[in-house]
C-alpha cells in the first residue's frame, strides 16, 4: 500500500499546476461514486472522488454525469476560479448537447447544477470512458463522503458544509411539487407506470446510460432517442424536461382531458405539449378530435380555394349572367354581357318566371340569343318554365352552386355597381337612367374602350360635348387579351392565402356547412353521392339531398349514421333566393373573375331511381 501511495504521488504522475495552461477536467459517475481528475499537457494535477448518497444513487445517469462536473468544479475550485475557459471532458454524449440549451430548457434537477456552475467558463465536450479511464476508476472505488474532523483546517470547512448543503438541496427537488395534479392522479400515473413495459425499459436505459448507437437501444423506446438528454425519473414517473411522460394505457384518458373543452386542434396541442408528452402524442390528440361529433358539428369555415374562371366569350353578348336583387320598395332583373361589361335592368313587379321570361325575350329580340346564359339557383331559373325558355330559345343555361354567389360573380358585381348607382340618383333626385347612361359610356379601367362600345361598336351619345367623329362605329380590337390580363391580375391578388381542397370521394362521408339562415351553426353529417361540376358536388343528409360548393364541405373521417337512402326527397336548399348580400371584391376586378362552380340545367344526372316520400304525394 505505501509503495501504491508513492507511485501515485511521484513526479511522473502528479505535476505542478501551471496558471498559464490550458486546464481540463475529466468527469465521470458510476453507480456508486462520482471520479473528477484536473489535468494539465495530458497529465494530473490533482485527483478527487466522492460516494454517492443513496438518494443521488436513484438519479437518472445523466443526472450522475452532470453531478461529477458540479463536483469536480467545486473541489478544483482554487484551480478554476477566474480561468478563460475550462474544457470538461465526460463519457456521456447527451451532455454534450444539453450544455448547449437554454437553462430554461433543462429539467429541474439538471437546471439546479447548470446554475451552481454559472461561474465557470465551461465547455463540455464527449470522451469515451476508455480515455478517460482515470476519472472512470475514481468513481469505481471512490472515497466516503468528506466530513468534519477536529483536525480538518478552518479554510475547509466552510467548503464541505456549502458542499454538504447544495446536495441535500438537489436531493430534496421534487418534481411532483410542480405538477398541478392530486395525489390520486399521481399515484396513477406512478401505477400504470409501473405496469407499461416501453416506460419500464426506458426507465431501465435512463438508470444505467444510454448506449452510444440508436441501433442498440430496445425498439420499443427508439422514438425516445432524440431527446434523451431531457428525460429524468422521479419517484417512478418519467419526465421529458417539465413533462410528464404519460403511460401508453393513460393516454385515452389524457386525451379525453385535454379535449374536454373542446378547443379545437391548435390549442389542444398547445394545451398538451405544456405538460404532457409520450411518443406520437400530436398525431394521436388530431385524429381524436377529427372523430369528435361535437367538434365536427361546429366547424370553422374552410380557406378559400385557388380562384376558377369563367371561360372568356370571343363574341359579344355570347355569354349572360343573370340576377335578381331588392332595393326598398321595388325588385330589379340584371343581365350582364361577359364580353362587354354591358348590363341590362329591369324594375319588375315580381320575381317570378314568367315575368324574368318576358324582360329577356326583349333583351334578346334587341341584342340577339345568347350562347349561354349563368344563373344562381333560384326558384324562378330552376323551373320547368325557365328550363323550357331555354331549350325552346336554344342557349345553354347554367347553374351555381347554393350559398355560393362567387360562382355568378360577374352577375354579382353588376349587381353592386347598379344598387350605388340608383341609390345616388334617388338621393340626389336626378335621372337613373341618365346615370345609367353615362356608366355605359365610361371607359373600364385596365381598358381603352366603354362597354357600349365593346358591346356595339360605337359610343352613344351623352350629354357632354362629343365630337361627331368620336360617334362613328368603329370595332374594338384587342377586348380579348385585355380581359385576359384583367383577369390575371385578379387571380394572383385573390389566390394569395388560398389552399386547393382535395377532391371528395363518392360515398365519402363529410360534414356540410349550416346555410346563412340556419340557427344552430351545426355542421350536418352527410354522403356525398355525385359530382356534379369541378366544385360542386350533391350530397344527402338527414333524408334530403342538397348541392353544395367544396368549399362548403369538409372531408371527416367519422361514419356515416345511415347509407345513401334510395327514398331521399330531391334536391332542396337549392335556391339562393333574391341575393342580399354580393361578393366584397372590387366590382371592377370581380367583373371579369368567376368562380367555375356552374352546371347545365338540369342541376344532376342520377343514375337512381328517386322515389318521392308518402308526404308529397
Known amino acids: 500500500m505505501e509503495q501504491i501511495k508513492k507511485l501515485v504521488t511521484a513526479q511522473p504522475v502528479l505535476r505542478y499546476y501551471d496558471v498559464n495552461e490550458e486546464v481540463t477536467v475529466q468527469c465521470d459517475a458510476s453507480e456508486k461514486g462520482l471520479g473528477a481528475t484536473l489535468m494539465q499537457q495530458g497529465q494530473p494535477v490533482a485527483f478527487a472522488s466522492r460516494t454517492l448518497s443513496p438518494t443521488e444513487q436513484r438519479y437518472a445517469q445523466i443526472e450522475k454525469e452532470c453531478l461529477a462536473i458540479v463536483f469536480g468544479c467545486q473541489k478544483f475550485d482554487q484551480y478554476l476560479h477566474g480561468k478563460n475557459l475550462i474544457k470538461i471532458e465526460s463519457d456521456h454524449k447527451p451532455l454534450e448537447s444539453i450544455f448547449k440549451k437554454p437553462l430554461l430548457g433543462a429539467p429541474k434537477r439538471l437546471q439546479r447544477m447548470m446554475l451552481q456552475l454559472q461561474k465557470y467558463n465551461l465547455n463540455v465536450t464527449y470522451k469515451k470512458g476508455s480515455q478517460i479511464y482515470i476519472a472512470d476508476f475514481l468513481s469505481r472505488a471512490p472515497l466516503s463522503k468528506t466530513q468534519v474532523k477536529p483536525e480538518t483546517p478552518d479554510y ?67 422514438d425516445y432517442w432524440g431527446f434523451r ?17 404519460i403511460p401508453k394505457t393513460l393516454c385515452p384518458e389524457m386525451i379525453a382531458r385535454i379535449h374536454s373543452s373542446h378547443l379545437g386542434i391548435d390549442a389542444c396541442l398547445r394545451k398538451a405539449k405544456d405538460v404532457l408528452f409520450w411518443p406520437h402524442m400530436g398525431p394521436e390528440i388530431i385524429e381524436a378530435i377529427k372523430d369528435c361529433d361535437t367538434c365536427n358539428e361546429y366547424l370553422r369555415k374552410q380557406t378559400k380555394e385557388p380562384l376558377m374562371t369563367h371561360k372568356l366569350p370571343t363574341l359579344p353578348w355570347s355569354k349572360l349572367g343573370m340576377d335578381l336583387f331588392s332595393l326598398p320598395g321595388q325588385d330589379y332583373l340584371i343581365i350582364i354581357d361577359y364580353y362587354s361589361d354591358f348590363w341590362e335592368i329591369d324594375a319588375i313587379s315580381d320575381t317570378t318566371s314568367k315575368t324574368i321570361i318576358e324582360c329577356c325575350k326583349v333583351h334578346f329580340s334587341r341584342h340577339g340569343i345568347p350562347d349561354t346564359v349563368i344563373t344562381d339557383n333560384g326558384p324562378q331559373f330552376v ?29 354579382e358585381a353588376a349587381v353592386k355597381i347598379a344598387k350605388t348607382i340608383i341609390k345616388k340618383a334617388k338621393r340626389d333626385g336626378k335621372d337613373l337612367w341618365k346615370a345609367i347612361l353615362d356608366w355605359r359610356n365610361t371607359p373600364t379601367e385596365g381598358t381603352n374602350s366603354s362597354p357600349v362600345q365593346r358591346l356595339m361598336s360605337r359610343r352613344t351619345r351623352t350629354l357632354l360635348p362629343t365630337a361627331q367623329k368620336l360617334l362613328f362605329p368603329k370595332v374594338i380590337e384587342g377586348v380579348v387579351d385585355q380581359l385576359t390580363e384583367r383577369r390575371r391580375k385578379a387571380k394572383a391578388f385573390y389566390d394569395r392565402g388560398a389552399k386547393e381542397l382535395p377532391e371528395l370521394d363518392i360515398g365519402q362521408t363529410v360534414r356540410m356547412q349550416p346555410s346563412p339562415a340556419a340557427l344552430d351553426g351545426r355542421w350536418r353529417k352527410g354522403i356525398c353521392l355525385e359530382k356534379v361540376a369541378p366544385r360542386s358536388y350533391i350530397v344527402e343528409a338527414d333524408g334530403h339531398l342538397y348541392r353544395r360548393n367544396r368549399k362548403f364541405l369538409r372531408s371527416t373521417n367519422e ?41 347545365s340545367s338540369p342541376r344532376c344526372t342520377r343514375t337512381r331511381v328517386i322515389k318521392t316520400p308518402a308526404r308529397y304525394k
Open 559 to 599: 361514419t356515416s349514421d345511415a347509407n345513401a337512402s334510395a327514398e331521399a326527397t330531391p334536391i332542396t336548399e337549392c335556391s339562393d333566393g333574391i341575393p342580399d348580400q354580393t361578393s366584397p371584391t372590387d366590382p371592377e376586378v370581380e367583373a371579369n373573375v368567376e368562380n367555375n362552380d356552374t352546371t
Open 229 to 245: 438528454d431531457e428525460i429524468t425519473i422521479q419517484n417512478g414517473i418519467l419526465y421529458k424536461g417539465h413533462r410528464v411522460i
Open 156 to 222: 475547509e470547512i466552510f467548503s464541505i458544509y456549502a458542499d454538504n448543503a447544495f446536495c441535500k438541496e438537489l436531493e430534496q427537488i421534487n418534481f411532483a411539487e410542480y405538477l398541478r395534479v392530486s395525489d390520486i392522479h399521481l399515484q396513477q400515473i406512478q401505477h400504470h407506470t409501473e405496469r407499461d413495459e416501453a416506460l419500464q425499459s426506458l426507465k431501465t436505459t435512463v438508470l444505467s446510460g444510454w448506449p452510444d448507437q440508436k441501433e442498440r437501444v430496445p425498439i420499443c423506446i427508439r
Open 383 to 411: 323551373s320547368s318554365e325557365f328550363t323550357h325558355f331555354s331549350r325552346n330559345w336554344e342557349f345553354e343555361h347554367l347553374t351555381s352552386s347554393p350559398y355560393h354567389s362567387q360562382s355568378n360573380g360577374k352577375a
